[in-house]
């Protein structure tokens, strides 16, 4: 089945889909899987998104709390988006995920209990690259354990 969801999908052929699974899932699993699987599917798949919601969830319609922007990747490491919350308010910068290691340990738990094949996988995660905007860490690959945390690198 090719990885792509599209408007022409029968309800049928969405709720099969990697992404109807997902979403499937996530709505039974956490408020916190939801919230970042529903911000990922709208930035990736915008024209099919309420397909796909009403193929999985029937008369749908999205309520607080959820996130109202791409995520991006903190100075400090955290994946941070802004967040409305249940009585309307913008949290600017709520913490998704303390890290980008944990975001990607929960999105490949989630394909493994999905079972998806490669190209379903590859596809997740391009979506999950995609989705976060902005990486604002001097050095990516720094450990802020390392005392030596603070150099600035040179490209």
């Not at 024209?47 to 709390?65: K, R, S, T, V």
Request: glycine content about 4%; charged content about 25%.
């Amino acid at each position: 089945m090719d990885s792509q969801i599209n408007v022409k999908m029968s309800g049928e052929e969405l709720r099969e889909s990697w992404q109807g699974r997902a979403l499937a899932l996530a709505n039974l699993v956490s408020i916190q899987l939801k919230c970042a699987l529903l911000s990922l599917l709208a930035d990736s798949y915008e024209d099919a998104l309420p397909f796909l919601l009403a193929a999985i969830l029937g008369d749908w319609h999205i309520e607080p709390p959820f996130y109202c922007s791409n995520p991006k990747i903190n100075k400090r490491g955290h994946v941070v988006a802004d967040l409305i919350m249940p009585d309307g308010a913008r949290l600017k910068n709520a913490v998704i995920f303390s890290s980008s290691t944990q975001m990607q340990d929960i999105f490949r738990k989630l394909a493994d209990r999905l079972k998806l094949s490669d190209a379903d996988r590859l596809e997740l995660f391009a979506c999950v690259h995609r989705w976060v905007k902005a990486d604002q860490r001097l050095d990516p690959t720094m450990d802020c354990r390392d005392p030596d945390a603070r150099r600035l690198t040179l490209h």
